[in-house]
């Protein structure tokens, strides 16, 4: 689905626990008057927001790495990005509101270099009444009754390209799909129709609410915002509130259930899980997903959040710890049925976040091998613990040494496999200092600056902890210091990556902390995440976009067109700088034909492979669903034909695997099967092993003899 590709923009960290983005949300308020259709003072900038127009502007076209001139090209994009960020989906704006506005359209760089803001909050005066014109028209849509849809009618769920609605009877035509989605959404989530009634009529009077009480600060962060992404998806501006909020580290009384979040408009969007969060380790919340509503308890209702401001479902998730939160979620799978998920509370220890290791036995008889496997959620470090001097403070680079030094001694292993798949990234020192277990001393990463400036980082160590075969098993969801460290294993030819082709994300970002430029308020001003520096791979490419192309490429149920670096509009792209001078390891180039013959031949062959690939193709096929029925009766016959199809799947391979087969897909979620993936990772590592120990000639001599 096309929303899946803007998932990191702007993203921004609260704590471990949750984080947030600055991205335009919806306020929780007590106000009547927007519900009742009033709409309050037109806003307009404060003095403090002219000063840092300015200074927003002069950091960007100054310091960022994107060297970009403030030009009526890139007006249009702005102007693009804020229409976008206020009305996605063309529900609000007319035709005739975007004819209007766009007088300027080709004004708002000179006006943005100046301070000069009255564009943006009369573009925002303008959303502002068209949201409570279709705030009254749903209501009306409601208590006129939903009737008059065909089991073939249907609503385009994503309509970010759709034309501007020319008059208002078409918009309300929208309005009437819109509002019979959302009741049948409810419906399936199993609500009387008197209760969807009261659910819809509560959330449409909340988006009037948010709308009508935005203040002049929540206008110019969606504005600059609009600006910031415009650069590149990673720099945004924070709001005063967003920055005070960025330094908190919620402990003891307040727990989280370990995700990353986003407001995507009416939605909140869980956009990633946290390793070693509630959430993670329940595994029935899924990147994608958006959150519908929250229930304390057990049996506590569930309270629609739909509309509501990020913070605020943030606010409602959090709770004590240990105690019980329900979500309701609406599966980014393509399934229109909302699930509920109940989770306990819980921070996320660095333990739960730590690498872990076992052993993997491929072949049988004389040619079992042991495979040893360190899974690395993240490349993390106790900088508090360091910083205070502990001299035995956790990082990766320490957990693994001595998890490699356990596996050799209790009974050895023939390979390695580094498992990083769905490792966002973290410290570069540690990325840096963990490439020196396995490549002692060698070059590790290019930091190029703006300014032209190269920095080589390589690692200080003296002795290499394992020499072993290795493999390096990546995802699409393996980011920055995964590819940091997948790349250098790949340039020195010191290991096989095997996986997807990761996320492509290689650009460094600073906090700028906007109190630091002498504005003349005694209020907080903000700050500035700014693009400063990109990554570059030693052999000179970088991994901004193109990220670390596996050596052996294994199926995914995610689609690279609809997520990953390259798939986020205005992302800074791919370039190549000078090589960094270092020995390549040249033997895995000769071994490398052979091995990914032997390991085509296997996978074709392997019952358990071929039906996780076509479970996969199938997973793929429902990321492009982009619309829904418009009746229960067709609404519900595509809910249970999906879950009959993916249960089908489901059911597959856990006969291949001798398990008992499940008549409800939602048991899945509990009872995992084995990693196929994996295992196909250990015996590729074994297959290395094996190459390693012929002679040349026969490595060729087999080649030739399966060409044949």
């Known amino acids: ?278 959430a993670a380790e329940n595994g029935r919340i899924q990147p994608g997903d958006r959150i519908l509503a929250v229930g304390q308890g057990k049996d506590g209702e569930l309270e629609d959040v739909v509309g509501w401001r990020l913070q605020d479902v943030v606010d409602l998730i959090r709770g004590p710890k240990e105690s019980v939160v329900r979500i309701q979620v609406l599966p980014s799978s393509g399934d229109t049925t909302p699930r509920v998920v109940e989770l306990v509370r819980n921070e996320v220890k660095l333990e739960a976040q730590a690498a872990q290791s076992k052993v993997l036995e491929t072949g049988t008889g004389d040619d079992k091998q042991r495979i040893g496997v360190i899974k690395l959620p993240t490349f993390y470090m106790d900088f508090q613990a360091a910083d205070a001097g502990d001299r035995n403070y956790r990082s990766t680079t320490r957990d693994v040494r001595r998890l490699i030094a356990e596996l050799e001694e209790d009974g050895g292993i023939d390979g390695l496999v580094i498992d990083l798949r769905g490792n966002g990234g973290g410290s570069l020192r540690e990325a840096t200092e963990l490439t020196g277990l396995f490549l002692p001393g060698a070059p590790v990463v290019q930091v190029r600056r703006s300014s032209g400036d190269v920095e080589i980082l390589r690692d200080s160590s003296s002795e290499a902890v394992y020499d072993g075969p290795l493999a390096v098993m990546v995802d699409r969801f393996s980011a920055s210091a995964s590819e940091i460290f997948a790349a250098a294993i790949q340039d020195h030819g010191r290991g096989i990556i095997v996986g997807q082709q990761t996320f492509g994300k290689g650009t460094v970002q600073n906090l700028v902390d906007l109190d630091h430029f002498g504005l003349r308020s005694r209020d907080p001003a903000g700050r500035l995440k700014l693009t400063i520096a990109k990554f570059y791979r030693v052999s000179g490419g970088s991994t901004q976009q193109r990220g670390v192309v596996p050596d052996i490429t294994l199926p995914s149920p995610v689609s690279p067109d609809e997520f990953g670096e390259d798939a986020v509009g205005n992302a800074l792209p791919w370039g190549e700088i000078r090589a960094v001078s270092f020995r390549r390891e040249r033997a895995l180039d000769t071994l490398l034909p052979a091995l990914r013959e032997r390991h085509e031949s296997r996978s074709a062959e392997d019952k358990a492979f071929q039906a996780l690939l076509d479970e996969y193709a199938y997973l793929r096929s429902l990321q492009r669903v982009d619309s829904a029925p418009l009746t229960e009766k067709a609404r519900r016959a595509e809910r249970d034909r999906l879950q009959a199809e993916r249960l089908e799947y489901i059911n597959r391979r856990r006969e291949i695997y001798g398990l008992e087969k499940l008549d409800s897909i939602e048991h899945d979620l509990l009872d995992k099967m084995p990693d196929t993936l994996l295992e196909t990772a250990a015996t590729i590592v074994a297959d290395l092993r094996d190459l390693a120990s012929l002679p040349a000639a026969d490595i060729e001599k087999t080649l030739q003899a399966r060409g044949e």
């Open 1 to 278: 689905m096309k929303w899946m590709r803007n998932r990191y923009r702007g993203l921004i960290m609260l704590s471990l626990l949750v984080l947030l983005t600055p991205l335009a949300g919806h306020v929780q308020s007590a106000s009547d008057d927007a519900a009742n259709g009033k709409v309050g003072t037109p806003l307009a900038p404060e003095p403090i927001h002219i000063q840092k127009a300015r200074l927003v502007s002069d950091l960007l076209s100054q310091h960022h790495y994107r060297t970009q001139i403030i030009d009526d090209k890139l007006s249009q994009t702005v102007f693009d990005a804020y229409l976008d960020a206020l009305d996605r989906d063309r529900y609000y704006f007319l035709a005739e509101d975007i004819e209007d506005l766009s007088r300027y359209r080709n004004r708002l760089d000179s006006s943005f270099r100046r301070g000069e803001l009255t564009a943006a909050y009369q573009i925002f005066n303008r959303y502002q009444k068209r949201v409570k014109e279709r705030v009254s028209v749903a209501k009306a849509i409601l208590n006129d009754g939903l009737e008059g849809f065909a089991d073939d009618d249907r609503i385009e769920l994503d309509r970010s390209e759709a034309k501007w609605a020319k008059t208002s009877e078409e918009l309300d035509e929208l309005w009437r799909k819109r509002v019979q989605h959302d009741a049948l959404t409810l419906r399936l989530a199993d609500q009387e129709w008197d209760r969807v009634k009261e659910i819809l009529t509560a959330r449409y009077e909340r988006l009037a609410r948010a709308a009508n009480e935005h203040s002049p600060e929540d206008v110019f962060e969606i504005y600059m915002n609009a600006w910031a992404n415009t650069f590149d998806p990673h720099t945004a501006y924070m709001s005063p509130r967003l920055s005070e909020n960025f330094d908190i580290h919620m402990r003891l009384s307040l727990e989280g259930i370990g995700a990353v979040l986003r407001s995507e408009h009416d939605m909140t969007e869980v956009v990633e899980l946290v390793p070693g969060g509630p």
